[in-house]
């Protein structure tokens, strides 16, 4: 099993920079990439960001590009996603994931319980 717990979320102002964290621990040894998605009220969760596990290729969704920036310190597994230039329709509950198979409907195997990001206008 593979545990995932989020950190770093809270209330910033538009325009302000927040970095969220991702512990990654357990049998980590078979994961090949993770992800950052979120889910605003009322709507879908959606893709934000992700990280290959060998080699380190990022991906992002269009509406973040430019803005946040993922990565991943390989010695403690923990992840990043740095954001910056926030707006208010970033506000969502972040979650990060991680991918060893098939994995779901994300194509994600394993979850974190979520860390809310605020953005005031």
């Known amino acids: 099993q593979v545990q995932l717990v989020e950190s770093g979320g809270g209330l910033v102002q538009t325009g302000g920079s927040l970095r969220l964290s991702c512990d990654i621990s357990?049998?980590?040894?078979?994961?090949?990439?993770s992800d950052w998605f979120r889910q605003a009220p009322g709507k879908e969760r959606e893709f934000v960001a992700a990280?290959?596990?060998?080699?380190?290729?990022?991906y992002y969704a269009d509406f973040v590009k430019g803005r946040f920036t993922i990565s991943r310190v390989a010695a403690n597994n923990t992840m990043y996603l740095q954001m910056n230039s926030l707006k208010p329709e970033d506000t969502a509950v972040y979650y990060c994931a991680a991918a060893e198979g098939v994995g779901d409907a994300y194509g994600m195997d394993y979850w974190g319980k979520g860390a809310l990001v605020t953005v005031s206008s």
């Open positions: 357990g049998r980590t040894f078979n994961l090949h990439r």
């Open positions: 990280i290959a596990w060998g080699g380190g290729s990022t």
